[in-house]
């Protein structure tokens, strides 16, 4: 077998180790992305290595394509940035969603997408975001303990279910208040689709520029949340990661006029 060797020389699967031995396994692609064609987009790459990608994604890029979003999505730029590279492959470990900004991080191969899906479900991932919400948060801090469902009648929104609704915990603290409104700092211990969208809203104080859940465009044409901080430990190797993405143009200008 080419893909397996063992001390440089092909080897089968049920062939004996021993100790010293150096085992080199070619891990190969067995199919391309091909429902994801290749688009020439903006993209921001804050990191990337052999294993994974860490981008800053801007808000109105939905993360895979979809029937009304086919070509302008993050998956399209990356199929574009490896056009020549072979067999594409989109594994994002952290969603966001289509109007949220900021980073999230790719798998290059299917070793560090089970290893960084794991890592996710072990809430080995610290994910951060900022948010501009209407009113003064009380508590200024604390964490919200609200499973989340889908909203009857509904395939996008989504609800608080103390029933029916599966875990979702969101910590908060508020950074600063004026004129009505609060830029706060989250941190998520679990990932439910719209879970500080939701949260936030049902502790009252919703995001600005939120169409679903404060549909208020005052200020801003999208929900007002950006994902600053991703921290984990490198699926590969074990080295800590920190990368951080700065509030983009459109959330700094609603801070001018609030604040």
Same mark, same amino acid.
């Given at each position: 077998?080419?893909?397996?060797?063992?001390?440089?020389?092909?080897?089968?699967?049920?062939?004996?180790?021993?100790?010293?031995?150096?085992?080199?396994?070619?891990?190969?692609?067995?199919?391309?992305?091909?429902?994801?064609?290749?688009?020439?987009?903006?993209?921001? $790459?804050?990191?990337?290595?052999? !294993?994974?990608?860490?981008?800053?994604?801007?808000?109105?890029?939905?993360?895979?394509?979809?029937?009304?979003?086919?070509?302008?999505?993050?998956?399209?730029?990356?199929?574009?940035?490896?056009?020549?590279?072979?067999?594409?492959? +989109?594994?994002?470990?952290?969603?966001?969603?289509?109007?949220?900004?900021?980073?999230?991080?790719?798998?290059?191969?299917?070793?560090?997408?089970?290893?960084?899906?794991?890592?996710?479900?072990?809430?080995? $991932?610290?994910?951060?975001?900022?948010?501009?919400?209407?009113?003064?948060?009380?508590?200024?801090?604390?964490?919200?303990?609200?499973?989340?469902?889908?909203?009857?009648?509904? $395939?996008?929104?989504?609800?608080?279910? +103390?029933?029916?609704?599966?875990?979702?915990?969101?910590?908060?603290?508020?950074?600063?208040? &004026?004129?009505?409104?609060?830029?706060?700092?989250?941190?998520?211990?679990?990932?439910?689709?719209?879970?500080?969208? $939701?949260? %936030? &809203?049902?502790?009252? +104080?919703?995001?600005?520029? !939120?169409?679903?859940?404060?549909?208020?465009?005052?200020?801003?044409?999208?929900?007002?949340?950006?994902?600053?901080?991703?921290?984990?430990?490198?699926?590969?190797?074990?080295?800590?990661?920190?990368?951080?993405?700065?509030?983009?143009?459109? %959330?700094?200008?609603?801070?001018?006029?609030? +604040?």
């Amino acid at each position: 077998m080419e893909h397996l060797l063992i001390n440089g020389t092909p080897s089968r699967t049920n062939t004996p180790l021993h100790e010293g031995d150096i085992l080199t396994v070619h891990i190969v692609e067995e199919h391309s992305s091909y429902h994801v064609p290749p688009v020439e987009l903006p993209l921001s $790459i804050v990191y990337e290595d052999e !294993d994974i990608l860490v981008a800053n994604k801007p808000a109105k890029m939905p993360i895979h394509p979809s029937m009304d979003n086919y070509y302008n999505s993050l998956a399209n730029a990356l199929a574009w940035y490896y056009r020549d590279s072979g067999n594409f492959i +989109f594994r994002c470990t952290n969603r966001l969603d289509r109007d949220t900004s900021g980073l999230t991080v790719i798998a290059k191969n299917p070793l560090s997408s089970a290893i960084l899906s794991d890592m996710a479900v072990r809430h080995a $991932i610290t994910r951060e975001y900022l948010a501009i919400v209407r009113g003064v948060v009380t508590p200024p801090s604390g964490t919200i303990t609200a499973p989340l469902s889908r909203k009857p009648g509904s $395939i996008i929104e989504r609800c608080v279910d +103390f029933e029916h609704g599966e875990r979702a915990v969101t910590h908060y603290k508020t950074l600063e208040t &004026k004129n009505g409104h609060s830029l706060v700092s989250l941190q998520l211990e679990t990932g439910r689709t719209h879970q500080i969208r $939701i949260h %936030m &809203k049902y502790l009252g +104080f919703p995001l600005v520029g !939120d169409y679903l859940y404060n549909p208020d465009m005052e200020f801003i044409t999208r929900q007002a949340l950006h994902s600053c901080r991703l921290s984990f430990e490198h699926p590969i190797t074990h080295v800590p990661l920190c990368f951080e993405a700065p509030l983009p143009d459109d %959330m700094k200008r609603v801070l001018l006029d609030v +604040f």
